[in-house]
């Protein structure tokens, strides 16, 4: 099992949806929670980031951590084609070192 | 404009042949990353460095992958001799050791024949 499991979908939505994306992890260690975006041939570039448990709300992205389940989410309101790309749940235990990635799932949001 | 280079960009070569990718972290960053991409594995991580000293690099098949930083503006990962099971995106990030976020390159897309 890896520490982090994230279903590739493909995830097709129509413009203005609410999506919701989200990840397993296996180590109770991780401390922070990332989300990163991709664009086709693109490198990944980060969204939003959280420490511990919570909510955080950035616009139309909310990330939500549940650290005692093991599961972090990342809703998306008023979808728009623009988000259409590939999205990247992270983790890691300690500032500054290596974040361990999920597979990333691929959002398709169709005008 | 602050950003991770990466080359070559693409790069074709045929099975046992040496490959040599480059990285140019972002300016004051001590923290510097090496992930390879497929489609079957996701993003994994090969090895990272700190202050130029590598960190970690359990990820990194050692018998044909290296990993260096020569100087704090350049890192090289190297696979010698490389197959085909090679080809996939390596991307290099570079960031702090006190940040949460990790600066991504475009990548280099490499394919081994």
């Known amino acids: 099992q890896k520490e982090v499991e994230q279903d590739p979908g493909p995830l097709s939505v129509p413009e203005g949806a609410i999506v919701s994306l989200n990840c397993t992890y296996s180590n109770s260690a991780f401390q922070y929670f990332m989300w990163y975006r991709q664009y086709s041939r693109k490198g990944p570039e980060l969204l939003m980031y959280?420490?511990?448990?919570g909510n955080k709300e950035d616009g139309r992205f909310t990330a939500q951590v549940d650290k005692s389940s093991k599961y972090i989410s990342l809703f998306i309101r008023d979808s728009q084609p623009s988000d259409s790309a590939t999205y990247l749940c992270?983790?890691?235990?300690?500032?500054?070192?290596?974040?361990?990635f999920g597979k990333g799932t691929t959002l398709s949001v169709s005008s | 404009d602050a950003r991770v280079t990466q080359t070559p960009r693409h790069k074709v070569t045929e099975m046992g042949q040496e490959v040599t990718m480059r990285c140019q972290p972002i300016?004051?960053?001590?923290?510097v990353f090496w992930y390879r991409q497929t489609m079957m594995q996701g993003l994994e991580l090969l090895a990272y460095f700190r202050n130029r000293a590598p960190l970690d690099d359990s990820g990194m098949p050692k018998d044909r992958f290296s990993a260096e930083m020569p100087d704090a503006t350049l890192a090289t990962l190297k696979i010698q001799p490389s197959e085909p099971r090679d080809s996939a995106v390596y991307f290099c990030?570079?960031?702090?050791?006190?940040?949460?976020?990790?600066?991504f390159g475009q990548g280099t897309r490499l394919t081994v024949v």
């Open positions: 990030a570079s960031g702090l050791a006190s940040g949460i976020e990790a600066f």
């Open positions: 300016l004051g960053h001590n923290t």
């Open positions: 992270a983790m890691t235990n300690q500032a500054g070192t290596a974040l361990i």
């Open positions: 959280t420490y511990s448990s």
